[in-house]
């Protein structure tokens, strides 16, 4: 059975590269043994999954979860075919520590919060304003037509539609129209669909995708990083004003995510071509956003967009 690793791992993932964007000649090391991986999606630890301490002795899943939970360790991945296939922890500064417990309550914080209110229109032209809504359970899906984990969950997310008659779907799309009505004809969305939505990015911060917002009456209920398998259930639960297991909700999950290392085709807007480090200065300042995308050659590549 896979086991999702804690949002505490995740967060020590951050915490890791963060460090070793400060670290020049670090950073650089890893970078050129391909050890460290970063995704703007997710990343799954399974039992398989060999887990080492600081010294690199192999120990049990509980001991690994007791140091993470800690929250003086991070956490160093190693990561083979799209799989992390050992992890090793490494003592944590007092600086990463504050900064880590910083990150792990602003992702809790949103919870209970007033959503941001916006007025979007959806393709066939009915406006929506969340602040008359609040009557209504409102659930947001923020994604983009080249994003492979989102068009992975939307046969999940149209059976929570035709399952729950009452609530308001809105999937909210980066793309421009023209290039989401040509999505649609191959993979039908049975959200509200709305294009054009990098205001409501900016507005909600989301740096990551898919992204998921569950509202009721105005009140931020959850939020949902990354493809999980259990997508469907975190939001019906949610809907149903059930209680989650992790209090943050951000999955970690690694199917076909977008990921960077030292060999990685990444350009600018302009085409121009980007290192590891710039395209991940430019990620960590929640500016931009990491996209798949293809050029006119049927070259696969990673866009880094300004949002």
């Avoid at 500064?93 to 229109?121: C, Y």
């Avoid at 779907?169 to 040509?182: I, M, P, R, Y």
């Avoid at 996209?291 to 590549?301: K, P, Q, V």
């Amino acid at each position: 059975m896979r086991k999702t690793i804690q949002t505490l791992f995740s967060l020590a993932l951050i915490m890791l590269f963060i460090s070793c964007n400060s670290n020049t000649d670090k950073a650089k090391a890893q970078e050129k043994n391909n050890v460290e991986q970063i995704s703007t999606s997710s990343l799954t630890i399974t039992d398989e999954t060999i887990k080492k301490d600081s010294e690199g002795n192999v120990i049990s899943n509980e001991k690994f979860n007791e140091y993470l939970n800690s929250g003086e360790y991070l956490a160093t991945p190693i990561i083979e075919n799209g799989k992390i296939v050992e992890a090793q922890l490494q003592k944590a500064s007092k600086e990463q520590i504050a900064q880590l417990k910083e990150m792990l309550l602003n992702s809790e914080n949103e919870n209970g919060k007033k959503a941001p209110d916006f007025e979007v229109t959806d393709l066939q032209g009915k406006t929506y304003k969340l602040s008359e809504l609040n009557d209504k359970t409102v659930v947001l899906n923020f994604w983009f037509t080249t994003c492979k984990p989102c068009m992975i969950e939307i046969p999940e997310l149209n059976e929570l539609v035709k399952e729950n008659k009452d609530v308001i779907f809105l999937g909210l799309a980066t793309d421009k129209e023209d290039n989401v009505k040509s999505f649609l004809k191959k993979h039908p969305f049975e959200y509200h669909i709305i294009a054009n939505s990098r205001d409501i990015v900016k507005l909600y911060d989301v740096s990551s995708f898919p992204t998921h917002y569950i509202i009721k009456n105005g009140i931020i209920q959850n939020k949902f990083i990354g493809l999980s398998s259990d997508i469907k259930e975190k939001i019906q639960n949610s809907i149903d004003g059930k209680q989650q297991k992790n209090a943050s909700n951000v999955e970690v999950k690694n199917n076909e995510p977008i990921m960077l290392n030292s060999n990685s085709d990444i350009r600018n807007e302009k085409g121009e071509k980007l290192d590891m480090m710039e395209a991940v200065e430019k990620i960590n300042s929640q500016k931009y956003t990491m996209e798949s995308a293809t050029d006119e050659n049927g070259n696969e590549y990673i866009l880094i967009r300004k949002l």
